[in-house]
């Protein structure tokens, strides 16, 4: 586990396409999909940092959304090519918090911005501390 | 348990309307939604028999699905409210099989038509003969 | 149009059921669909109010999603009946917002709640202000 | 446009994940969610063949699902990652059909097999011959 020595905040990219799926009658991206990419978002950059989501699972520790949020800027359109950039928020006591942008990858045009909330649960759903292997995960980005 | 006499076979119809979020860039509800429409369907028809589905995972059998398929005949388009009819197939020896007709509810034209098909598995997802209480309840429908 | 003298600001109810496509690996609704019930709100809402939302398109007024949020509290589980809370935001200028609390239909218990912001758009994209049927529409609820 | 020569048929390949919100509450990828990863296997192969979906639409020229269908052999389950191998049918006259198989890319195993028809519609919406550069680009594959 670790990521070499990197500018921080470490900032994940990844990048997708915009299915027909994903759009809707106005033409553009439905607005519920964005947090499917950021989604996406987080979870490749757990696996970028040696720590894929489902092994944090696999230790008992679960990550549900608590809080989500996301403004659109401008639209993602049928089989654009997007840019999902993900960090971590310093800012958080309890829980994690994810911030992200997506961009148009073509032209890096911001299309969206928002932020998920993540309470650290238990496999019978209580609250708990995040444990040191997931704070470990974290400090290396931030 | 137990829907009165009824005319054999029986269809169980469902209604509901066809949100932005089912839409795609064409302007019409994006074709994988359509099963969704199915589920809806059969949960409610389970529902209207008397022994919700959800009744029957807790009594430790499970219905995924083995096969889907669906015939798009004309197009849902947004806000249109739809009956989902259902019945289910006499002809299936292992598992169940439903069928489906989808209408467009204001003026009845047919949009799609599919069925779906169901193993009987146990929590362990090993394949089980369908248990009394099941047969007994989609026997009464065909 | 027009509701019937109400209590303000008017508080539109709807009810509907978690399907299995709505649920993930956790076993609870997935956090993204709350935003598709979400609209499912405000469209009945505007239903209610004797403008559905497919009139105001009908008009060229296009009212995107510029910002979305959820809070969630407790889960929302397969096949729980959910109730849809919609009210409009007295405090909006531009736009038009939502606010929004989901409850489990059966025992009440709060289970998310959050808003939209919605720009209103002509055919071409452009922001415009509120057309007077619309803000007409909106202030008898506030 | 134009693949280099290829052992015929050509059969395409694209990988993905399956994400959270791909699951439900049975712990698998809910059985509607194969459809999108059908179109992500055709929209990749058109790709690769040098001419984009969204070129054919751009051209008036539009491929609607009018029937599909899938065959589940094996649960996708979360964070899988899924080869999606598609190829074009050979024996469709009137529109184009293509097939697909679903891996778990981990080990190869066939997780899903099934089809998409589609027609070829014009901006209006009706029926007409695939047009020639479609006609072209499918045939270098079969």
Same mark, same amino acid.
């Given at each position: 586990?670790? =990521?070499?020595? %990197?500018?921080?905040?470490?900032?994940?990219?990844? &990048?997708?396409?915009?299915?027909?799926?994903?759009?809707?009658?106005?033409?553009? #991206?439905?607005?519920?999909?964005?947090?499917?990419?950021?989604?996406?978002?987080?979870?490749?950059?757990?696996? #970028?940092?040696?720590?894929?989501?489902?092994? !944090?699972?696999?230790?008992? %520790?679960?990550?549900?959304?608590?809080?989500?949020?996301?403004?659109?800027?401008?639209?993602?359109?049928?089989?654009?090519? =997007?840019?999902?950039? &993900?960090?971590?928020?310093?800012?958080?006591?309890?829980?994690?918090?994810?911030?992200?942008? !997506?961009?148009?990858?073509?032209?890096? &045009?911001?299309?969206? #911005?928002?932020?998920?909330?993540?309470?650290?649960?238990?496999?019978?759903?209580?609250? %708990?501390?995040?444990?040191?292997?997931?704070?470990?995960? !974290?400090?290396?980005?931030?």
């Amino acid at each position: 586990m670790g =990521i070499p020595n %990197v500018d921080k905040p470490y900032k994940h990219r990844f &990048t997708c396409r915009v299915i027909y799926g994903d759009t809707d009658n106005m033409g553009m #991206a439905y607005h519920a999909n964005y947090f499917r990419w950021f989604e996406m978002g987080r979870t490749e950059m757990f696996r #970028a940092l040696g720590l894929p989501y489902r092994e !944090i699972e696999s230790r008992g %520790v679960f990550l549900p959304v608590s809080e989500c949020q996301c403004k659109f800027l401008s639209s993602a359109r049928y089989d654009d090519r =997007i840019t999902i950039e &993900t960090s971590i928020d310093p800012g958080m006591r309890a829980g994690v918090r994810f911030n992200y942008v !997506i961009y148009r990858a073509d032209d890096d &045009t911001p299309l969206a #911005a928002g932020y998920t909330k993540h309470a650290c649960v238990d496999p019978q759903g209580r609250v %708990v501390r995040p444990p040191k292997f997931l704070k470990k995960c !974290i400090e290396q980005t931030i």
